[in-house]
Structures are given as structure tokens and as C-alpha cells.
């Protein structure tokens, strides 16, 4: 299996443009999770999809980022404006939430640029 | 308020010594504990996990100790390697809960 693929790997924007992320899981796995890491909040979670359903977006800063999972193979997490705050490394995991306590396997990442 | 602290930014240890990086939690709802491992620009990946029925556990150079009275967990490598130089993540999740509660990280460099 190729793994949780992310695209694209860096993105450089300016303040105001509309940002897309990217994320594959892994085939087989029914959750799927959005993190974001900085230096100060370290790995925080923003939303999570549980068989394409969203259960919990009560990590999503603001109205301004969005996510969908249009089918279990694809998932995108949108900002729309982008602000420079919100540069950071955002990270896409999946597990297979059939087994209790199953481990989230992550993608590479995605490093935001917001000028 | 942060459920998982890891209250050390960052250690340094000698290679071949003892690496002991700390966890404190407080939501006593926690049942489940990870270590994940994250190289520079690499996504996290796992290392190992404990459940709140076990004080202790063990692979390979890597053990895990959990404390539920002190709310505490620990990861110990012996013998520390260079390799090992990364940033290590403390985990915690419930039973009722789909998502991991992450730390904020340690820094670990490895000397040779």
C-alpha cells in the first residue's frame, strides 16, 4: 500500500487567495483526520470523518476552513481567504476505526506558505 | 487547556546512554496512550502503544511505562542511537472518542 498520500507537498500563497489540500487514505480504512501542526499549538486536530461523515470539526479555527470527503478515497481541506497565520504544516491520517485503539497512519504533509 | 503535555521541549543524550522522554495527561478518560516518532519534513509515524490495563510496555529498545495514579507516561530507549534523533509525539485516546489528543512534541538529538 502506498500509504496516506498528501498533495501538493508546499504551498506558497498570498493573503486572501483560496488554498486546497489534498488527501488519498489508505484503501480500506473508514476514519479520516485533519491535524495542523505549529510551534506553539504543536499537532492540534481539526476535524475528523468517520465513513465519509464528518464527527467532530470543533478544531476548524474559523468559518474561513472547510473540509469535505466527497467518497472514501478523497478528502480536501479548503481556507478560503488564506491568512498568514494560518501557515503551517497540515497533516492527513486515516485508520481503520473497525478495530478499537487502531493506530493513525499520517501522510507527509502539506507545508502552507501564507504571504 | 492541553489534555497531553509533554513539558520538555527538547533533550539531548549521548548515544549509547538512556533516552527517557515524559507525558502528562489530564483527562482521566484516557485509555489508550501513543509514541509516535516524526522526522523533518516526514509525517508522524507509529512507535508504540500502551493500554490503560498495562503499567508496561516493551519493543525491542523502546518501552513504555504508564503511571495512572500520577497520570504520566514515559518512553525509554536503550540504547539511544543517533537515529533516534527526531521529534517524539505523546498520544492519548478514549474509548468513546475516533481521534488521537497529541502533545507538543520533544526534540530528541542523539549524540555520537
Known amino acids: 500500500d502506498a500509504g496516506v498520500i498528501q498533495s501538493p507537498r508546499h504551498e506558497v500563497t498570498e493573503m486572501g487567495q483560496e488554498v486546497t489540500l489534498r488527501c488519498k487514505p489508505i484503501?480500506?480504512?473508514?476514519?479520516l483526520f485533519w491535524y495542523r501542526q505549529t510551534m506553539m499549538r504543536g499537532l492540534e486536530l481539526l476535524i475528523y470523518f468517520n465513513n465519509n461523515v464528518p464527527i467532530d470539526d470543533s478544531g476548524m479555527p474559523e468559518d474561513r476552513f472547510s473540509a469535505k470527503m466527497p467518497n472514501a478515497s478523497f478528502s480536501t481541506l479548503k481556507i478560503q481567504p488564506s491568512e498568514p497565520r494560518d501557515s503551517a504544516v497540515y497533516f492527513c491520517a486515516s485508520s481503520n476505526r473497525d478495530r478499537v485503539y487502531e493506530k493513525l497512519f499520517f501522510g507527509s504533509g502539506t507545508q502552507l506558505s501564507v504571504l | 487547556d492541553q489534555q497531553v503535555k509533554q513539558n520538555s521541549p527538547s533533550l539531548s543524550v549521548q548515544e549509547g546512554r538512556i533516552s527517557i522522554l515524559n507525558c502528562d495527561y489530564t483527562?482521566?478518560?484516557?485509555?489508550?496512550f501513543l509514541w509516535y516518532k516524526k522526522y523533518p519534513a516526514e509525517g508522524p509515524t507509529f512507535l508504540i502503544s500502551?493500554?490503560?490495563?498495562?503499567d508496561k510496555n516493551e519493543d525491542g529498545r523502546f518501552t513504555v511505562f504508564l503511571n495512572k495514579s500520577a497520570k504520566h507516561l514515559s518512553l525509554h530507549i536503550v540504547p539511544s542511537q543517533p537515529g533516534d534523533s527526531a521529534v517524539y509525539f505523546c498520544a492519548a485516546s478514549s474509548g468513546s472518542q475516533g481521534n488521537l489528543i497529541f502533545g507538543k512534541g520533544t526534540k530528541l538529538s542523539v549524540k555520537p
Open positions: 483527562n482521566s478518560m484516557f485509555d489508550y
Open positions: 484503501s480500506g480504512h473508514n476514519s
Open positions: 500502551i493500554s490503560s490495563i498495562k
